[in-house]
């Protein structure tokens, strides 16, 4: 079964920077986009940026120019550079990985655990 391992964050003042990191494990043959959403409490869950197999990227308005997410396809890991963070950006950071084949099987839309980033003075 291919679980979604993350690591990074934690906490850092406005104008910082921090970098998440998450690797798929398992025998994978293909995933088609890895990502990042985050979620505060009582709030839905926002989609930050994605990157597909391509290497076609989508950011959130919010953090266009100032976060950059990278995948290495060898080793099924997606990253998100966050720089010039904002207290605004404190939230629980997902990693999600859609349309992941395996040999034995097909998962439509898969989930790490969460991250907590947290930036405040």
């Known amino acids: 079964q291919v679980q979604l391992a993350e690591s990074g964050g934690g906490f850092v003042t406005p104008g910082g920077s921090l970098k998440l990191s998450c690797a798929a494990s398992?025998?994978?043959?293909?995933?088609?986009?890895m990502g990042w959403y985050r979620q505060g409490p009582g709030k839905q869950r926002d989609l930050v940026a994605t990157i597909t197999d391509s290497g076609r990227t989508t950011y959130a308005h919010s953090v266009k120019d100032r976060f950059t997410i990278s995948r290495d396809g060898a080793t099924n890991t997606v990253s998100l550079q966050m720089d010039s963070l904002k207290p605004e950006d404190t939230n629980v950071y997902y990693c999600?990985?859609?349309?992941?084949?395996?040999?034995?099987?097909?998962?439509?839309?898969?989930w790490g655990q969460g991250s907590q980033v947290t930036v405040s003075p």
């Open positions: 398992g025998i994978i043959l293909k995933i088609n986009s």
């Open positions: 999600n990985a859609q349309g992941v084949r395996t040999p034995r099987d097909y998962t439509s839309d898969l």
